[in-house]
């Protein structure tokens, strides 16, 4: 099984990705790997074991839309969850209204399979602007607005990391 999320507690984004089953986890941090093990208690806490010989035990509980309390003997965080592709939604409709511009960032490493915008082109809400091959799967980038292309900085058949910027995206208001 494998599980990716993004993690924002204060500073920088995090991607957060598990590979496992049963009780061994790959467990990579912005893409470090780290093996860690992983087993349920009688009382419904969870010992996480790290690589380094660190425990870390506690309970975790859903808090609300895309949070996780996680309460350990240091106390109590909150931590919000997202999955990459809706993290980049939600987080690029706030950035673009108050910045003026938004990047549209690659949400995994892949192939560019097509851009179907060139720069200075307008695009309205719900228009295809990238494909994305990753995983065998191909994966549209869609508008969450409408606006115009400020820059094109991906090309068909590139090979592309998570986070690399694909687009510049201008507001609907711009020429």
């Known amino acids: 099984m494998r599980l990716d999320f ?44 790290l690589g380094d010989g660190r425990q870390i ?27 990459p592709l809706t993290d980049r939604l939600s987080m690029g409709v706030a950035s673009a209204r108050e910045a003026g511009e938004e990047e549209v960032r690659s949400p995994m490493p892949g192939r560019v399979l097509e851009v179907r915008v060139a720069e ?5 809400a719900g228009d295809v602007l990238v494909v994305l091959e990753a995983m065998k799967m191909q994966n549209e980038i869609r508008a969450t607005h409408d606006g115009f292309v ?14 690399a910027v694909l687009l510049v995206l201008g507001p609907d208001t711009a020429p």
């Open 150 to 163: 400020a820059h094109r900085r991906a090309q068909p058949g590139e090979a592309v990391e998570a986070n």
């Open 120 to 124: 200075g082109d307008r695009f309205r």
């Open 6 to 49: 993004v993690v924002r507690r204060g500073g920088e984004p995090e991607g957060i990705r598990l590979e496992g089953a049963g009780d061994i986890w790959q467990f990579y941090r912005n893409g470090r790997p780290e093996t860690v093990s992983v087993v349920r208690l009688p009382d419904g806490r969870v010992s996480v074991l």
């Open 57 to 83: 035990c506690g309970r975790a509980a859903a808090a609300g839309a895309g949070e996780v309390d996680v309460v350990t003997k240091s106390g109590r965080v909150r931590v919000r969850l997202a999955d």
